[in-house]
C-alpha cells in the first residue's frame, strides 16, 4: 500500500471492550482511533518530536479523513494497522493505512488520510521538513 | 446541504473537556462522535427503533466515512450538528453532516457518509424501509 | 441525594453504540463520561464560566473518583444523571451523583468525586468561590 | 503495591493528543482508560480467554473503581501502568495499579478496583477460577 521509500509502520493495537458496541464488532470509531495511534507512534519515528513541537504550537492536524469499513473485527481479534505516508507536497502530506486482521489477513477498513503541519494559535500552516520523508533504512 | 424532503436535524452538542486536546482546541476524533451522536438521534426521529432492531441482530452501519477539517472549534464554542440524509439507495443511503460553531456560523468540518442496513451475524445488506426515508412534516 | 441547598442536576444523556460494549451492556467507562458532562454543564449553571477560566489558565480538576455499578444499563434505555454537589471546604468540593434508569427508576450506577480549582501551569489549588455554592432558587 | 504472590503487570502506554485535554494535561478519564487497558492485558496473561468467555456469555465487570488523581500527566510523558490483582475472593477480586511517569518515577494516579465474573444475559456472578490466580513464575 504505501511507497516504500517513505515513512511506514505496522503496529498490533490490543483491542479493548470498549473498542466494542452491541453489535458485537468493533466499532467505526475505535478505527480511526487505531489509526490515530499507529500514525503517532509512526511520527515519532519519523522525528516529528511531537512534546517538544507542543510546547512550542506546533501540531500535525487532520485536513481530512476517509475510511472504508470493509469486514467487521471483533474482540479478540489481532488487530494490526499498516501503512504510512503515500505523498508529500509542500505544506501537506498524505498518509494511508489498513486496518487488518492478523490471523487471516483480511482488510477491515482502509483510509487515507492528509495532515498539515500549524502554528497555534492561528492555526497557520508551516512549510513540511523534509528530513522527517526520508526513508528508514 | 441537505435535501429539505429528506430527513435532517440540527443538534447541539455540549463540548466536554475530554473533546478537546492539548493543542487547545476540538479534537479530530470528537467531531465524528458528535457527527455519529447527531445521526443515531436523527435515525430514531426517522422511526428506527435502534433498540429493538439490535435486538435482533439489524444495525445501521457505517461503509464509509468523509471528513474534511475545516476551521479549529475551541471549549466554550457552540458546537451545533446540521444535517441529514442526501441520497438513497436501494441498501445504502448517505447522509451529509455540517459542525458549525453556534457564535458565528463558520463551518468547522464536513462530512459525507454512507450506511446500510446491515444483519448480524453475518452482516448481509438488507434493503433499506421506504418509510424511513419520507420527510418529516 | 443532593443536598438541596446545594446546586443540582438532572440531565438525560442519549445512549449511543460506542457507550456499550459487546456484553450487550453500557461500558463502565460511558457512566464515567456520562457524570462529567452532567457535571459540566452544571458546573456552567452554577456560575462557572469554564471556557474564560481556562483562557486563564483555571481549571476544576477531579481529585478523586469513586463509582459503584449496581446494574448494567443497556442501548435504548434512558440514561438519567441526577445529583450535585453534596459537601464544600475551602479548596476542595464533592458531588454525587446516580445513574438512573428512567423507564423504572433502577439506579445503575452512583458515584462521589472529589474536585479542586486548579491554577495552571503549577497545578497549585484556588479558594472555592462561595458564589458557585449557593443554590439556585 | 501488588502482592507478588498474585497476577500482576507492568504496562507502558503510549499517549495520544485524544488522551489530553485543553488544560494540558491527560484527562481524567483516560487514565482509567490506561488501567482498563492494562488490567485487560493481565487478564489474558492470568489465562482468561476473554474472546472465548464473551462467546459463552461471560464477562469479568468492574463492580466498584476508586481513583485517586495525585499528580498531571502530559503529552510526551512515558507513562506506565503497574500493579495487579490484590485480594480474591470467592465471586469478587481486588485489584490496584499506579500510573506513574516514567521518567522520573513520579505516581500520577493511583486505583483500585473490584470486580465479579459474570453471566450474560442476567448479570449473575460465577464462582471464580482458583487456576487464574496463581503467580506466574
Given at each position: 500500500?504505501e511507497n516504500s521509500?517513505?515513512?511506514h509502520?505496522e503496529?498490533?493495537v490490543?483491542?479493548?471492550?470498549?473498542?466494542?458496541?452491541c453489535?458485537?464488532?468493533?466499532?467505526n470509531?475505535a478505527?480511526?482511533?487505531?489509526i490515530?495511534?499507529?500514525?503517532?507512534?509512526?511520527?515519532g519515528?519519523?522525528g516529528?518530536?511531537?512534546?517538544e513541537?507542543?510546547a512550542?504550537?506546533?501540531?500535525p492536524v487532520v485536513l481530512?479523513?476517509?475510511?472504508?469499513y470493509?469486514?467487521?473485527?471483533?474482540?479478540g481479534?489481532?488487530?494490526?494497522?499498516?501503512g504510512?505516508?503515500?505523498e508529500?507536497?509542500?505544506v501537506?502530506?498524505w498518509?494511508e493505512?489498513?486496518?487488518?486482521?492478523g490471523e487471516?489477513?483480511?482488510?477491515l477498513a482502509?483510509?487515507r488520510?492528509?495532515?498539515?503541519?500549524?502554528?497555534?494559535?492561528?492555526?497557520k500552516?508551516e512549510?513540511l521538513?523534509?528530513?522527517w520523508?526520508?526513508?528508514?533504512?
Amino acid at each position: 500500500m504505501e511507497n516504500s521509500a517513505l515513512p511506514h509502520i505496522e503496529y498490533e493495537v490490543p483491542v479493548m471492550f470498549f473498542d466494542t458496541d452491541c453489535g458485537g464488532v468493533i466499532h467505526n470509531l475505535a478505527y480511526l482511533r487505531f489509526i490515530e495511534t499507529a500514525r503517532t507512534i509512526m511520527a515519532g519515528q519519523m522525528g516529528m518530536r511531537l512534546a517538544e513541537m507542543a510546547a512550542e504550537g506546533l501540531y500535525p492536524v487532520v485536513l481530512r479523513s476517509e475510511i472504508d469499513y470493509l469486514s467487521p473485527g471483533k474482540f479478540g481479534d489481532r488487530i494490526i494497522v499498516r501503512g504510512g505516508v503515500s505523498e508529500v507536497g509542500r505544506v501537506r502530506f498524505w498518509v494511508e493505512f489498513e486496518v487488518v486482521r492478523g490471523e487471516d489477513g483480511t482488510v477491515l477498513a482502509k483510509s487515507r488520510q492528509s495532515l498539515a503541519l500549524i502554528r497555534m494559535p492561528g492555526a497557520k500552516p508551516e512549510r513540511l521538513p523534509a528530513e522527517w520523508f526520508r526513508a528508514r533504512t
